[in-house]
């Protein structure tokens, strides 16, 4: 399809939004007049009320469709003086795919790249162009790999692919936006009538009457019924749409083949693959883990630590099974990328170009023999980056919101003990309420006196009263004699542990170390971890009948003389 058809078939599907909108006000304004000529003054009053209720989320919809625009991503724009290599490569590769090469380069800190193009005249006239590139795709990927995403992305703009952008987002944004702006509000009307009616049945509680069945869902049926039409023309909207974008990307992608080499294009989508979510479990365990307690690392380590992640040794083995494993080969219809399962299998069924994946002989080796080597050994992209840690800290000046560019910056080991210590101390909160609904108190603050208390009232054999303040789940609360004992455990053994580890941290100077390769570990200021040591003294603390003996023996240096338990309180105190 030429770039006329295709702007005019934009065009067409844009209108066909608005003409929905408009069929739909028509009933309604039919439906008034219809009231106005046969229905009685009351019945006329209920018609145009209902009119109205509906018409407003019609109105809305069409408002938030005309306005809605695909929203760039933020990142940090690089010029070719203080960034000639990179720019040269850029360059090289529009060449070498046939396109005039884009005007701006935007690192980004996603890994993600895009291509856009502000074209005039509906898409017809080409405009400025901008190459967003993600900065854990240059620390992820080698440059032969890199060289393969960029031509894929440049091949778009030899395809006339972006000269529509400025129509096609704009309509893809709009249907997505009116559709979630719909439910939207469908929710807020669920949740205010749910609020109603379950005040209503706490009062009916209270009064001693049963309380009705809660059912709030019929407060959303009218946007339900307005949102269908919609509902039904974006399903058709984006399947019109998203299929020219897969076969877009197909070709693409036989053209990054073409340029960069078979194998460098197939195992850049491996890796890539693998990437992303290695990025995320580090943005979610290390680059943001002090997030909640206002801690960040140190500045251009947001993203530029990401290379410690992936040359971690202990990570390797969980990198090549993501590079193996790639996402399940289920295709949407709404997606504009095919699986990348499927556009791997068919990349690796080109015929042989006689390229490898870092430009030398892999000795006969497969391509799957070789890529457990991939990314670092085989030289990061990064390499590509001058003063690469200025970047990546002036590109979280760009990327990082006000309030977290404002965040204390601390090394990596403080970020990581301080944030764990604030999850531990959050995480032992619980028991350390359901301590205190018992009506025993410490003498002590901190939680080596809670633990103390605890361990007495569990000699005392008060544990499970303990336990039965735990928050529960309906199904928990129903239980009794020894099925809630089973409902309680787990978090009674989670929470026990959780106190036992604070305590040594806040009593005995122990710190959760940092570790690249697993999860951080408890240790004590001579180096012994006891994080393992704490688990295994917890679990018979926990038992039918306890026994806190390990668990003391552990802590015992640190124990203060025995607390006596207070008296009993009322199990359900008013």
């Not at 960029?150 to 709009?174: F, S």
């Not at 990054?256 to 943005?283: K, N, P």
């Not at 099974?321 to 399962?341: C, F, I, K, N, Q």
């Not at 361990?455 to 009263?465: F, Q």
Request: aromatic share 4%; with cysteine; hydrophobic share 45%.
């Amino acid at each position: 399809m030429g770039t006329s058809l295709r702007a005019l078939r934009a065009l067409v599907l844009l209108a066909g939004f608005y003409l929905i909108a408009v069929l739909m006000l028509g009933v309604l304004v039919a439906a008034d007049v219809a009231a106005t000529l046969w229905a009685p003054g009351l019945a006329m009053v209920k018609v145009y009320f209902c009119s109205v209720v509906l018409a407003v989320p019609v109105l809305r919809g069409v408002f938030v469709f005309s306005t809605a625009r695909a929203k760039e991503p933020d990142g940090l724009p690089v010029t070719e003086a203080g960034q000639p290599e990179l720019w040269r490569t850029v360059r090289s590769l529009a060449e070498r795919t046939g396109t005039r090469a884009p005007d701006a380069i935007v690192l980004t800190g996603d890994v993600n790249a895009g291509v856009t193009e502000d074209t005039r005249l509906l898409g017809l006239l080409p405009g400025p162009r901008r190459l967003y590139l993600g900065a854990p795709l240059l620390t992820g990927l080698t440059e032969a790999q890199l060289h393969a995403v960029i031509a894929h992305e440049l091949a778009h703009y030899g395809n006339t692919d972006t000269r529509l952008a400025g129509i096609a987002l704009r309509g893809r944004a709009g249907v997505l936006r009116t559709v979630e702006t719909f439910r939207e509000r469908e929710e807020e009307r669920i949740a205010k009538e749910r609020a109603v009616q379950e005040k209503a049945a706490e009062e009916a509680v209270r009064k001693g009457r049963k309380p009705k069945k809660i059912d709030a869902d019929r407060a959303g049926a009218g946007h339900r019924l307005m949102v269908k039409p919609f509902l039904a023309y974006a399903a058709f909207y984006l399947r019109a749409t998203h299929s020219t974008g897969r076969q877009q990307e197909l070709a693409a992608d036989r053209l990054a083949a073409r340029v960069a080499g078979r194998d460098a294009t197939a195992s850049a989508l491996r890796e890539t693959a693998a990437l992303d979510a290695a990025h995320d479990f580090y943005m979610s365990r290390y680059a943001t883990a002090g997030v909640d307690i206002g801690l960040l690392p140190p500045r251009g380590e947001v993203f530029g630590g990401l290379h410690r992640l992936l040359t971690a040794p202990g990570r390797q083995e969980s990198l090549a099974g993501l590079r193996d494993e790639l996402p399940p080969a289920e295709p949407s219809p709404y997606d504009t990328h095919p699986p990348v399962a499927v556009r791997v299998e068919l990349i690796e069924a080109l015929p042989d170009d006689g390229r490898t994946l870092d430009g030398r002989a892999l000795d006969g080796r497969t391509l799957g023999d070789a890529r457990p080597s991939l990314g670092f050994a085989l030289g990061s992209a990064l390499g590509l980056l001058r003063d690469r840690e200025r970047v990546m800290a002036d590109l979280e000046g760009a990327v990082l919101t006000p309030k977290a560019r404002a965040m204390t910056r601390v090394d990596w080991p403080e970020l990581i003990h301080r944030s764990v210590h604030a999850r531990t101390e959050e995480a032992a909160e619980p028991l350390r309420t359901a301590l205190g609904a018992t009506g025993a108190r410490a003498t002590g603050a901190g939680a080596l006196a809670d633990l103390s208390v605890l361990l007495d009232l569990a000699d005392a054999g008060r544990l499970w009263e303990v336990a039965d303040h735990l928050p529960k789940s309906p199904e928990a609360a129903r239980a009794g004699g020894r099925a809630a004992r089973e409902f309680a455990r787990p978090a009674l053994y989670a929470g026990l542990r959780e106190l036992t580890e604070l305590a040594l941290a806040e009593s005995a100077g122990a710190r959760w170390e940092l570790s690249w390769s697993g999860p951080a570990r408890l240790l004590l200021p001579d180096g012994t971890a006891v994080d393992e040591a704490v688990a295994d003294a917890v679990r018979p603390a926990v038992a039918d009948v306890p026994d806190t003996a390990p668990l003391r023996e552990l802590v015992l240096p640190l124990l203060p003389d025995p607390v006596l338990p207070g008296p009993v309180s009322d199990r359900n105190p008013a």
